[in-house]
């Protein structure tokens, strides 16, 4: 499984950004998907995740009510929607693909694939 994140960029507090990751392989839908992030200095950290059905989401206390996690199995893609961004969320977000055995829960332990990063930069 090939994971392609993108979406990242310069974005001013209080704004959006939408990341995407596209999946290369086609049981893509077998898979528990999440976005994990890190910024510098800092460990990687579990941000959002998403069972296979995409029935149950999950999510770090910091984003809860700002950031929303989806998939569509159609398209093999994997969305993390980011509203009312703060200068803390700034860091490079990755995706990141399990056994479907994880839910929405996919410990950075336990990931299988991950996609290359894509920079995330909040303005305050």
């Known amino acids: 499984v090939q994971l392609q994140a993108s979406g990242g960029g310069l974005v001013q507090a209080g704004g959006s950004l939408r990341l995407s990751c596209a999946a290369s392989d086609r049981i893509f839908s077998s898979y528990s998907m999440a976005w994990f992030r890190q910024a510098p200095g800092k460990e990687r950290e579990f941000v959002a995740g998403?069972?296979?059905?995409?029935?149950?989401?999950y999510y770090v206390e910091s984003v809860k009510s700002r950031f929303t996690i989806s998939r569509d199995n159609a398209k093999s893609t994997v969305y993390l929607q980011m509203d009312n961004m703060k200068p803390e969320d700034t860091a490079v977000y990755y995706c990141?693909?399990?056994?479907?055995?994880?839910?929405?829960?996919?410990?950075?332990?336990?990931?299988?694939?991950w996609g290359q990063g894509t920079q995330v930069t909040v303005s305050s």
């Open positions: 998403i069972s296979w059905l995409g029935s149950s989401t």
């Open positions: 990141a693909a399990g056994s479907s055995r994880w839910s929405d829960r996919l410990p950075r332990s336990r990931v299988d694939y």
